[in-house]
């Protein structure tokens, strides 16, 4: 996320209010001393590094964001937490991932962050939700008041001041020679520009690279990618879907090969890398968690360099199985890096000490996709604070994400029996019974979190869809209706209205309105994406119910054209085109769309659709 003005002053009063943590300091050598100014714990969400802090009280979690300018809220959040806001100065707007978003200020009387209380914290306000559950960002105004290190494997960020450091290995963690480390150059920061940028090579082109912990995984921009030999139709690249960010429109994303990827001292060969449009005028690449977690970063702001190791385990894009993809181990100049699938061993002292400690590493392998150490991890979480629900959840989601459903459903059991008004649990609940079939016991589910979320809850969103699953269509339009109420700037948004459009269509109720949600999802999503063939068949349904059946016939066939498979719309084609006297065509659709799915005369029916 970046600023398009430079008049927006961090607010500096975090630098000298935050005490230094227990661990006063240590002796690197050659008369350099680090100090820790705090130690943020982080629990991975989703692919989000997420912080604790409080709002006016109030627990909340943010997303670690290297790559915001400043802290920010979303406007859905502000709503939620009844925090008033005022203008932004003139001519202030961010741009990240997703294009650029106005902004406007939320003053918190009492914001805390690692423990320490802080009055009167300005935060800006605008884009979409953080993701993850979180309710924003927190910025450069925090990450840049020293020298920072990532450990996101271990579950921390820490804040640290350092003197006499001027010439120093700062990867203080490595000892001996057993374990190489990289280094590599970045650029001074300015109030206007404080992000960790560098220089990195593709294929041989030099590229410049932004450090981006928001960045759920690392992104090559399509132009960079094209001066590297590599374009979207090249051979060997493949459809990522679309991801999202403070913008509020979707990115289209690729994977594609690449023979080399340089960065300091390591270089990845024969790779594979995600293509798409970061958003930002000023890198060539965005960093994401993805190598975050796979590598522990020390930023050394007055050495203007980066220090960095290898975890073990893939670097970038993620797979469904812990083992790492030889492409993706990387090897150092200096010394071949470890590439065993998970960190290397570390010293007694450096283990977890306590249940959140673990939970954070857990919830660390999870995002790895290594659910052996996570679910490890968090067994013994779980045994040290069996009160603790969130140790539960977190377990849960990693059986559930590594196939094993029923020993998942057991921990969020034991989540929602320990609090019962715990949202993300019981949704998760509510998901995993309708995947069994058990739709009374998930509608109960879905009331309990619809009656404990705040109205203005990103869950609502979800809510809105599982109430879809269950055909529960009224209770769907609800739950939508105050996600959009309060998410206008989100890149959700198109998603939102055309699934709103959706059910109000099989209702047959409202039409004039559900027209115009898909009319706007279709100009959020765009009409060739793919995502728009569920728009165009949700609008189809909608024109057929109004008696416009050319219009009607128009809608299934560009949705067909997107999905020719789709059974409903092949149906919808079939019945408008009966409407419209065209009986032999129509019948083969009818007969074609049963040949996909034998029951959709019978789904239509229960709608009071037929022929």
């Keep these: 996320m970046k600023s398009r003005t430079g008049k927006f002053r961090a607010t500096v009063k975090i630098l000298v209010i935050l005490a230094p943590a227990p661990w006063t300091g240590m002796a690197i050598g050659g008369g350099c001393k680090i100090a820790k100014i705090a130690e943020l714990p982080v629990t991975m969400i989703d692919m989000h590094p997420m912080v604790t802090a409080q709002i006016n009280g109030v627990d909340a979690m943010f997303i670690a964001d290297s790559g915001a300018f400043y802290s920010m809220l979303s406007p859905a959040s502000t709503a939620e937490f009844k925090l008033s806001t005022f203008p932004a100065p003139f001519g202030l707007f961010v741009r990240g991932v ?26 800006l306000v605008g884009g979409g939700d953080a993701g993850g559950g979180g309710v924003g960002l927190l910025g450069q105004n925090v990450f840049s008041i020293g020298d920072v290190e990532y450990d996101l494997a271990k579950g921390a960020i820490r804040l640290i001041h350092e003197e006499g450091c001027k010439k120093v290995n700062l990867a203080y963690w490595v000892t001996g020679t057993s374990q190489p480390y990289s280094m590599m150059d970045i650029e001074w920061t300015t109030p206007r520009s404080p992000h960790t940028t560098g220089t990195a090579t593709i294929n041989g082109v030099s590229i410049r690279v932004m450090f981006d912990t928001g960045a759920y995984t690392s992104v090559l921009s399509e132009r960079a990618a094209e001066r590297a030999g590599v374009r979207v139709d090249s051979p060997g690249v493949t459809d990522a879907g679309y991801s999202r960010g403070i913008g509020q429109h979707p990115v289209k994303t690729w994977i594609a090969p690449f023979a080399s990827f340089k960065l300091g001292d390591e270089e990845i060969r024969n790779t594979r890398l995600r293509i798409g449009e970061p958003g930002i005028d000023t890198a060539d690449m965005l960093i994401g968690a993805d190598f975050f977690l796979s590598h522990r970063i ?87 604070a069996p009160d603790e629900p969130n140790y539960f959840y977190e377990r849960g989601i990693a059986r559930r994400d590594s196939g094993q459903l029923i020993p998942a459903l057991a921990d969020f059991d034991q989540a929602i029996k320990i609090k019962f008004d715990h949202v993300p649990a019981l949704a998760a609940r509510a998901e995993l019974r309708l995947q069994n079939g058990d739709a009374v016991a998930a509608v109960e589910d879905l009331e309990a979190a619809d009656n404990a979320a705040a109205k203005e809850a990103d869950v609502r969103f979800r809510l809105g869809l599982d109430y879809q699953h269950a055909d529960l269509m009224p209770q769907s339009v609800a739950q939508l209706d105050l996600w959009i109420a309060a998410h206008g700037d989100d890149a959700r948004l198109g ?35 793919t995502g728009s063939a569920a728009v165009l068949l949700s609008r189809g349904v909608v024109r057929f119910r109004l008696g416009d059946y050319d219009k009607s016939i128009a809608d299934f066939d560009a949705a067909l054209a997107l999905r020719p498979k789709s059974a409903w719309s092949l149906y919808g084609r079939g019945i408008a085109k009966i409407r419209r006297s065209k009986a032999v065509e129509g019948q083969a659709d009818l007969a074609a769309a049963a040949a996909i799915w034998p029951s959709i005369a019978d789904d239509f029916a229960k709608r009071d659709i037929t022929p």
Excluded: M
């Design 98 to 123: 997703g294009g650029a978003a106005s902004v406007s200020v939320a003053r918190v009387k009492v914001f805390t962050l690692a423990g320490v209380p802080i009055h009167n914290v300005d935060f």
């Design 298 to 384: 020390y930023v050394a702001s007055k050495q203007h360099k980066l220090f960095f190791t290898y975890n073990g385990g893939a670097v970038f894009n993620l797979k469904p199985s812990p083992a790492p993809d030889p492409a993706q181990v990387p090897s150092s100049a200096a010394t071949p890096a470890p590439a065993s699938d998970a960190p290397p061993a570390e010293s007694a002292p450096d283990e977890p000490k306590d249940a959140a400690a673990y939970s954070r590493r857990g919830t660390a392998f999870a995002a790895r996709r290594d659910f052996q150490h996570a679910i490890a991890d968090l067994d013994r979480a779980c045994e040290l």
């Design 495 to 529: 998603q939102a209205l055309g699934n709103r459009c959706w059910a109000k269509a099989l209702l047959g109720q409202d039409l004039k309105s559900a027209l115009k949600d898909c009319d706007s999802a279709l100009g959020r999503i765009g009409k060739k994406n």
